[in-house]
């Protein structure tokens, strides 16, 4: 009875973690210390980002969060006996689970809302199809690892695809458009005007100042 109860807690658990397949799954070991930003503490050696999910299994002893920090899923898998303790902020984007889990410190447990994206951390293009003629590879060329959300939006008028990204904050949200701008990625045009440009980069089609980037449109076309 022992071992078919094991094998269906680790059913149980294989089933959790595969259910946030979708992005990068950060376990947390605590071989060094209690503290969330040690990487050593990761099974995978790498601090997660704002777009990473996030676990605590049973053998974990414990985990302090000691800096402002923002991940997409938390997950505190059951039989975790440890305490969690926010010296600082916890933010989750999307699914926070747990039970049964003492959570202590001056820091507060912030439930955030991923389905609206923020206008003021929203960075979107427009990309016409007359301009690139591989919109799936100009997306996974400028799709940034540490976004919290993203939304690829096919227009039935106009040839275009709307690409946006949400960031966890408006500091992340500057990086990457700094990187946008500095970057040498170009595209061949599939067609050419009486202009003669002939490339394009993904600089020239940012649309923050277009008539959809009010906070109710962008709510409209995500909800």
Known sequence: M?????????????AIVQSFSDEEQFIFNGTMSQ????AGNWRNRMLPTASDSVFL??????????????????????????????????TVRGSLIFSGVTINGVGTLIISNLKTMNKETLVAFRVSLYDVGSPQQFYKDITP???????????????????????????DKQKYIDW???????YPKMWVGKDGITEVYPKNMFMHD??????????????
């Open 57 to 90: 299994f049973p053998n974990s002893t414990g985990l302090k969060i000691n800096k402002n920090t923002t991940v997409k899923n938390f997950v505190v898998i059951k039989g975790y006996k440890g305490m969690i303790v926010l010296k600082k902020d916890l």
């Open 35 to 38: 503290d969330f930003e040690l």
């Open 2 to 14: 022992i071992i078919i109860g094991l094998l269906f807690l680790f059913a149980v658990v294989v």
């Open 145 to 171: 690892d540490y976004c919290i959300d993203k939304k690829w939006i096919p227009q039935t008028m106009g040839e275009q695809i709307w690409m946006w990204f949400n960031f966890a904050d408006t500091e």
């Open 210 to 223: 277009d008539e959809f980037m009010t906070q109710g449109e962008i709510n409209n076309w995500t909800k």
């Open 180 to 186: 946008i701008n500095a970057c040498d990625l170009k």
